[in-house]
C-alpha cells in the first residue's frame, strides 16, 4: 500500500476486522452486474410513466393508519 500515512493506517487496521463488513462478496458483484445489464437492455421510461405507475401503490399506503406517502 502506497499513499498519505493516515490512510495507510486505516488499511493497516483492516487486518484486525475493522471493514470487515465492506468487504464485497459475489453475491454483491453479480447482483451489481446484473442491475448493468438491466438498465442497459430495459426500455427507458419517462418521469411520467414512472409516476402513473406508482400513483395506485402509494394511493394504497396512503390507505394505510399512520402512513402518509406522496410522489416527490
Do not use: C
Request: glycine share 12%; charged share 20%; aromatic share 6%.
Amino acid at each position: 500500500m502506497i499513499g498519505r500515512h493516515d490512510y495507510v493506517e486505516w488499511v493497516k487496521r483492516h487486518t484486525n476486522g475493522i471493514g470487515r463488513a465492506m468487504k464485497v462478496g459475489k453475491e454483491g458483484i453479480l447482483g451489481l452486474t446484473q442491475a448493468i445489464e438491466n438498465y442497459l437492455t430495459q426500455p427507458k421510461i419517462s418521469g411520467a410513466q414512472m409516476v402513473e405507475k406508482m400513483t395506485p401503490f402509494i394511493n394504497l399506503l396512503n390507505q394505510l393508519k399512520g402512513v402518509t406517502a406522496r410522489v416527490v
